[in-house]
């Protein structure tokens, strides 16, 4: 996993760094702030809200597995930001 990682952080570097060699494709104001309004507030409490009822309802053996994996996804999606990161 750690050798997949490596390689695929690799390809995004150099995929990223093919893009700021064209001015063109350049994202402006893409920084580290997040702009968040009332609106999408109240949306993410809304779905998240809706997420936590459907959890103690679907409660059950495949609901859980369903989990396991998308957790495991985001994990190995955190991998490849670390790693980015360090390189």
Request: net charge negative.
């Amino acid at each position: 996993m750690a050798i997949g990682t490596i390689i695929c952080a690799s390809y995004w570097s150099a995929w990223s760094d093919a893009l700021d060699e064209i001015p063109e494709s350049r994202h402006v104001g893409s920084g580290g702030v997040v702009d968040i309004n009332t609106k999408s507030a109240i949306l993410f409490v809304v779905v998240a809200s809706c997420f936590l009822v459907m959890l103690y309802q679907l409660m059950s053996y495949w609901f859980v597995e369903l989990l396991v994996v998308l957790f495991y996804i985001g994990g190995v999606e955190g991998l490849q930001t670390c790693v980015v990161a360090l390189l």
